[in-house]
Every structure is written in structure tokens, then in C-alpha cells.
DNA sequence: GAAGCATTCAAACACGTGTTTGAATGCAAG
DNA sequence: CTTGCATTCAAACACGTGTTTGAATGCTTC
């Protein structure tokens, strides 16, 4: 039972490296069981076929995926934003484990199959909510669409270095992503984005 | 002569459309000729083998892409910058052409093969350079690294809708992309953008 | 030890793929 | 008309794929 529960955890390590690195269609399934040191009727046997595995490395992944720092609910706005950037840069920018967690969402993205709905309502809405929250704060009465825009503003900054990586490498070959270039950039947004929304609040009231 | 041309042309009108659809990978050579109406030995004849066709299909496509809009030269800083967000979102939002451009690029974000070299040697760099040069105006005596932060912040914010569209169609269902509603993102963006701005050009000169 | 069960295994199957072939076609020049 | 050339075509080839099979294996329980 141990060793069978064994080959399906490895099954699920290995297929997750490779659909990461492959994508759904390019990951074989013999590549994968060959890398689990398992035989191809294993996934056969364990999941029902490939998709099935697709679907539970999905699962397992996120599952273990370690859980957004708790927010300081004291703090005034502008700390918890700063905390919400540097948290989210953070798991974007592999910092954190299994550095293909981040690319098989970013397949999701170009490519969405059924489990994207599932990531979207149990870990994006979340997070984008939490972000809205802060926002809907910095906007006094703002309407949901200025709400929304603004959101995205700040989600979008971090976001990029994430999507937009193999891009940057090929702009800026020397632009290396170290702690302390993701603690400067973590930085940069806040600022950046604290005074944008200040403009934004502006615009709005002015509008009215 | 012009049959041929006409073959040729029908190819990789029906290939950029599947390429950007379902991948390389996915795509088949059969699939595409059916769809042109050609036989399948018609893309080893004209393009050698499918990767020649892909690479054709890039040239083709952005050859053919309108070219961004002159800037206002005479204009001030925060005018063209608001220009280059305007002109940069709605090449980004389909509003122009044939829709697969942007994505044929997406794929090749996530699964950068080599036409995206290319591709950010001669349509990424340019444009960047043009954002980071307002950039630098904004943010005078700012090191390289303000400045390389502080134009992603706002590219970031455009190919975020474009990037990001899967998420947010299922995030906010009723959020429809008008030009109306496009004009809004680029007005929000330009302002968001130049209150943050300033507040780095701030946080640079209190730095020093 | 025997029976039952979960698991693993090597081999094969069925199918879709990119590619190649060699003949057929049509058109322009001699 | 005939020749030469570019192009198209149906058919086949070679290969990798996901999947399935039925037997072998090992472990637990009686």
C-alpha cells in the first residue's frame, strides 16, 4: 500500500515537472512514467488516463501549495498593500518551491481547459478579492468598474514578471531576479502603485 | 504563377489561424491544408516541412502589422505617454485585425521557440524602448534599474488584458472589452502610470 | 500453505502524425 | 504540336502516441 501510494506520488512529481516544462499535449505519458520509474499502465491504473492525471497534479499541487501570509489586520492600508505585493511577488517569482507550479498556471492561461475555472474560484478570486478590498479603501466610492481597473493595475505589475520572463530575459539579459531585486521591485510597485491609486481616488472625486 | 502565389497565401492565412488557436504542437498539417483547401504535400513543396511554415507565418503576420502610431513629437511627456498607452492597448485589445496575432505571441511567450529572438529584436525592443525613453524623462538622473522597473509597471498594465484574458473573462463575466470601455483602461492607465511616476522620480531624488 | 487482492509489468493494439514519393496536371516557350 | 517546368495530387511510409490486455508479482488474511 505504502509503495503503491509511492509511485503515485512520484507519478504526480514527475508529470508535474514535465506537463510544466512540455505542456498537456508534448508531455508523454511513457516520458513521465519512465521518469517516475513506473510502467505506462501505471497511469492507467492510478488515474484512469492522462487527462485524469493532468487533473490531479492540479490538485496535489495546489493543495500543498503553501497558503498566502496572513494579512496584518491592523495595519493601515498602505502596509497591507505593501504586504499583499511583496507576498504575491514572492510566489510568483520562484523564491518559493516546485518553480513549476507558476508555469502550468501560465498554460492554463494560454491554453484554459476545465481546470482553470476550478483555480480560478479556489485560489485567484481569493487573492484578486483580497486586492479589491484594499483598493475599494484607497477609492472611497468608487465605482466597481474604476474598482476593478485599478486592481488590476496593481495585480498586472506582478504578474508580468511572471508571464512576460522569457521576454525580459531577452531584453535585459543582465536583469537577474535575486532576493533583493525582487525586495527592490516589491518596493517599486507599492510606491508606484500607492500614488497611482491617490491619483485615481482624485480623478474620481473630481469626476463627480 | 499566381495560383501558386494564391496556395501559398491561403496556407498561411489558414496555418496563422490554427497555429494561434492550438499551438504548434496541436495544429495539423492536415488540418491546415484541408482548411486552405490545398493538398497536405503543398506545405513541404512551398515552406519544406511545418516548422518553415510556422516561421513563415510570423514573418507574414507581423510584416504585414500595422505599425504603431507616429508619436506627437513637439507634444509634452505626459501626452505621449498617454498616446503610447492609448495606441499600445488597442493594438493589444483586438479593436485592430485579424485576433490570432496576439496570440500566435502569447504561445510564444509561454513556449518561446526561436521566432521570439526575432520577434523582440524587431517589434519588442523598439516599442519598449520608446516607453522607457518617456520613462527616462519622467524619472531624470533615475539608474537603469528605476527606469527598466518603472516601464515595466506600465507595460505591465496593457498586456495584462491581453495576457490575463482567460482569468478575467471567468473573474468578472459581465466585463465586456468596448471601445469605450478601452478608452477608460488607456485613461486610467495613463493616469495611474504618471502619479506613479512621479512618486518614483520622488522616492529616487529623497534616495539620493 | 492457500486464497484473495492490489499492484506491476512487458507486449501489443489502434490511431494520428509529419513526411515523402512518383505520377498527373496545366501552362508557357520553342 | 512538343518540350520543359512549376505545381498539385492521391497514396503510402515510418514513427510516436495513448491506451489496453492478460499474465506475473508480492503482500495480507485465513
Redesign the pocket.
Known sequence: ?T??DD?KRKLLEAAGAMFARDGFRA????GICSEAG?????????FG???GLYRAVFRHAFTFAPPPRAPRTGAPVAERLRDWVADFLGSILDLGRPAWHARLMAREMTDPSEVLDEMVATHIRPRFAEMAAIVGELLPGGPPAAIRRAASSVVAQCVFYHHARPVITRLHPAWKFTADEVAAIAEHVAVFSLAGLRASAAAIRSAR
Open positions: 500500500m509503495e503503491a509511485t508531455a508523454t505519458v511513457r513506473a510502467n505506462v499502465a501505471a497511469v492507467k491504473y492510478h488516463d492522462k487527462l
